[in-house]
């Protein structure tokens, strides 16, 4: 049963252009959520993160948008660099409970 | 954010044989966690690895295969045992990381081939 879904594979995105990284989730008892960023050969970083009383988390060029009703989050990056290319998890939690991933998007910015 | 040296950076193992991880953090933890990567998957957890207790581990996973050693508040190892080529995966493991609420910081991963 897998409770975070990321469902596109891949991304490619035009230096200078958003990108949009999408995540879906089924359990309801989630109630944060996270963002983790993985360069090959080095382990996820945590990027940004958003509570579930909140709908929006903005921190530089990095947006996380959380659509409760439609239990869909998204991850906006403005305006995308070469140095954004790399795999990105969401992931989430209940309370204090263990963090659930989805299965990871991997983003590549083309200049 | 605390920071995790894990070790070996990746292997290369035969399949019948056993390989110890190792991770090391620069602060005292309460747990330390262990999780798997398999191509293609998302990251899942393995065991929650306690000091001065026996590990936790998750549904599918058994201590015989997996067995967890946890000596102390900075220090953890995971053995995978008997590999297959099935246990081909990263693993990784990471500690809570008190500068960002409820996210959790992570060693750099063992890539294990089986062969």
């Known amino acids: 049963d897998q409770q975070v879904k990321q469902n596109s594979p891949s991304l490619s995105v035009q230096e200078g252009r958003i990108s949009i990284l999408n995540c879906d989730y089924t359990n309801s008892m989630f109630d944060y959520f996270l963002w983790y960023k993985k360069y090959p050969a080095e382990g996820p970083t945590f990027l940004i993160s958003i509570s579930s009383i909140k709908d929006k988390n903005e921190d530089g060029r990095f947006t996380v948008f959380l659509n409760k009703s439609a239990k869909h989050l998204s991850l906006h990056i403005v305006p995308s660099q070469p140095g954004d290319s790399a795999v990105y998890f969401c992931a989430a939690r209940p309370g204090a409970q263990k963090l659930v991933f989805g299965q990871g998007t991997r983003l590549t910015i083309n200049p | 954010s605390a920071v995790i040296s894990q070790k070996p950076s990746r292997d290369i193992c035969q399949r019948g044989t056993s390989l110890t991880i190792q991770c090391q953090v620069d602060?005292?933890?309460?747990?330390m966690f262990w999780y798997r990567q398999q191509p293609g998957q998302s990251l899942t957890l393995i065991a929650t690895a306690n000091q001065g207790s026996e590990a936790t581990y998750e549904s599918g996973f058994v201590i015989d295969k997996f067995p967890i050693s946890r000596p102390n508040l900075t220090f953890s190892t995971l053995t995978v045992s008997n590999m297959s080529p099935e246990d081909s995966s990263i693993y990784l493991c990471?500690?809570?990381?008190?500068?960002?609420?409820?996210?959790?910081?992570f060693g750099s991963g063992t890539r294990l081939t089986v062969v």
């Open positions: 990471s500690v809570e990381d008190p500068d960002s609420t409820y996210g959790y910081t």
């Open positions: 602060s005292q933890v309460t747990m």
